[in-house]
């Protein structure tokens, strides 16, 4: 299973920004979608945002459309997500994972996500006052 590793996450306040990081471990992002993922307290994972490997396309969100933006650097093996205009209903556990293909429908990455019997450790994004 490819690994990743999560970073970037604190306590900011609404209106907020922060960058996350998820920098792949022992192989290049050169072959692979990857998208990032939240799952909040009592909810289900739902995909954020992906970048694809091969066709430029890059999925939102709708409630981070405006927001969020997705950026890769397969130099670096890195994948950012840059967070801006937080709001309390973005706090959750944040994860970035490889994916088949990005999509520009919702449910797909709640399906893939719902596949995957195992997560990296993610890290916390609390938007509090």
Not at 54 to 77: E, H
Not at 81 to 110: F, G, H, I, V, W
Request: one cysteine or more; a neutral charge.
């Amino acid at each position: 299973q490819l690994q990743f590793v999560e970073s970037g996450g604190g306590l900011v306040q609404p209106g907020g920004s922060l960058r996350l990081s998820c920098t792949a471990s022992g192989f290049t992002l050169d072959y692979y979608s990857i998208g990032w993922f939240r799952q909040a307290p009592g909810k289900e994972h739902e995909g954020v945002s992906c970048t694809s490997n091969d066709d430029g396309s890059i999925y939102y969100l709708d409630s981070v459309k405006g927001r969020f933006t997705i950026s890769r650097d397969n130099a670096k093996k890195t994948v950012y997500l840059q967070m801006n205009s937080l709001k309390p209903e973005d706090t959750a556990l944040y994860y970035c994972q490889a994916l088949p293909r990005c999509s520009l429908r919702e449910s797909y990455y709640s399906a893939y996500a719902a596949t995957l019997g195992s997560w990296g450790q993610g890290t916390q994004v609390t938007v509090s006052s």
